[in-house]
């Protein structure tokens, strides 16, 4: 099975590749950066996906069992109302960017 996702992986990126050079071709710039994005997001291996509902529909429940780990907060309130962005890193960090742009560093105990 793994060996099929190599086999796909790389040739999706022959595939990028190709029309990388097509749209470069075609002097499309636009085209050209996004195809290069996707093609460093396949060699990356990482995805986005996104969880939108209602408040308090059980979002941060789901993500939280979906990782298998009480990383997003839950409460009778809603607290996680703004864009979460979850990424795999080596060890746990939390990083808030403020609206002024700073970024800071907390625990998941702030949250």
């Known amino acids: 099975m793994l060996d099929q996702f190599v086999l796909r992986k790389n040739t999706m990126i022959q595939v990028l590749d190709q029309a990388v050079a097509f749209a470069r071709q075609k002097e ?3 085209a050209a950066s996004l195809l290069v994005e996707s093609r460093e997001r ?3 291996e990482t995805f986005t996906l996104v969880i939108l509902g209602e408040f308090k529909r059980g979002k941060s429940t789901f993500i ?4 298998g780990a009480q990383l997003l907060p839950t409460a009778i309130v809603p607290l996680t109302a703004i864009p979460t962005v979850i990424r795999y890193g080596e ?3 939390v990083h808030a960017v403020h609206m002024n742009g ?3 560093e907390i625990t998941l105990e702030q949250i």
């Open 28 to 30: 499309n710039s636009l």
């Open 42 to 44: 396949l060699i990356q």
């Open 64 to 67: 939280n069992a979906l990782l």
């Open 91 to 93: 060890s746990l960090v």
């Open 102 to 104: 700073v970024i800071e």
